[in-house]
């Protein structure tokens, strides 16, 4: 059984919402964001 992997198109906040989501229910999850952009969203 291989590593579970999610791939997220977009780092803004639908994206890194679904990424960060995706990480606290699953932490052995391999996620990869891509982002056409220089910046990614991210809040404290
Ligand atoms: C004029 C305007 C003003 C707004 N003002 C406010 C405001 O004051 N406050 C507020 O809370 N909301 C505001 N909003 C709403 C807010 O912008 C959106 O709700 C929010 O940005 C949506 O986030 P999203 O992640 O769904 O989409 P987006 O912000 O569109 O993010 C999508 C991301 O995907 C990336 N992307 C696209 N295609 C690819 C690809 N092929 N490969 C890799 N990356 C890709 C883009 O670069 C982008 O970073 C405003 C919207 C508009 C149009």
């Known amino acids: 059984m291989g590593t579970e992997k999610l791939v997220v198109i ?6 890194m ?3 960060t989501k995706a990480r606290r229910l699953n932490h052995r999850l391999q ?3 891509f982002e ?3 910046y990614v ?4």
């Open 10 to 15: 977009g780092g803004n906040a639908a994206g």
């Open 31 to 33: 996620i990869k964001v």
């Open 41 to 44: 969203s991210y809040a404290s």
């Open 36 to 38: 056409k952009g220089p």
């Open 17 to 19: 919402t679904a990424a």
